[in-house]
């Protein structure tokens, strides 16, 4: 695999903007006779790799992840996709007061990585996801987005920023900050255009939805929230995958997510 750590300019945010990128080699591999798979020599034409767009947490950014997920990067390798990890810039992946990092993503970073990297630029090739607050962010950018992406997935994210904004948007709140910076001092969340509740239900009305994977832990402090999300896509005859395992909020539970989505997706 081939590591890549990019800067452009951006023309949405007016400013430099940062992304990291796992991209596979264009070689060709043989069989040894001890059963190994063995580079032969560098392949003529570059395949247009399937791609997943991988969004960080609170308190990382687009290298913390690939750092901390040694998963993301076997399963790459083996199954030769491309994994993008953009920049939050401290905001929650939606068009804030700060910077319109929603459409950073759909608008920019999408169209620019598949101009400079051999990338399908396929609907069907290309997928979303996220853990944490990357999990809300995935799941925001695939319904602002359903023309681009074709799955998304939330691993242990936050699904309920309405009700995250109104009881953590308080100076001196370790999530203070960027909730302010990604939605304002209004409580507008709730059934605005960053609400995921009101942007599943009206694609499913129009008929634009796409498939997507919702996971938590029992343990998880997410995971009620996570609950009534899950219930409420039932309760209105919503399409996803659903999965839950035992475990914290934490890197042990995160890289068992990471598994059970990508062998969803990449079978």
Known sequence: MAFYRCTFHSIVLGRPMNFTMLLPDPIEYKMCPDGKARPSKYLEQKPKFKTVYWL???????WDTLLRSANIIDFAEKKQIAVVFPSSEGCQFVNGVTWD???HI??????VTRKLFPLSDRREDTYVAGISMGGYGALHTLFQFPELFCEGASLSGIVDAASRVREQRVPG???????RNSFGETD???GGNDDLWCMVKRLKDEGRLPH?????GTEDPLYHECQRFRNFLLDNGIDFT???CPGV??????KGHVDDVMNLWFK
Do not use: M, Q, R
């Open 242 to 244: 659903y999965s839950e």
């Open 173 to 179: 709140h370790h999530n203070y900050l960027c909730l």
């Open 249 to 254: 909020h934490n890197w042990d539970l995160f």
């Open 188 to 190: 507008a969340v709730e």
């Open 212 to 216: 997507f994977w919702l996971s938590t």
């Open 106 to 111: 759909g608008k920019e970073l999408v169209p």
């Open 56 to 62: 960080h947490g609170k308190g990382e950014n687009e």
């Open 101 to 103: 990092i929603a459409d």
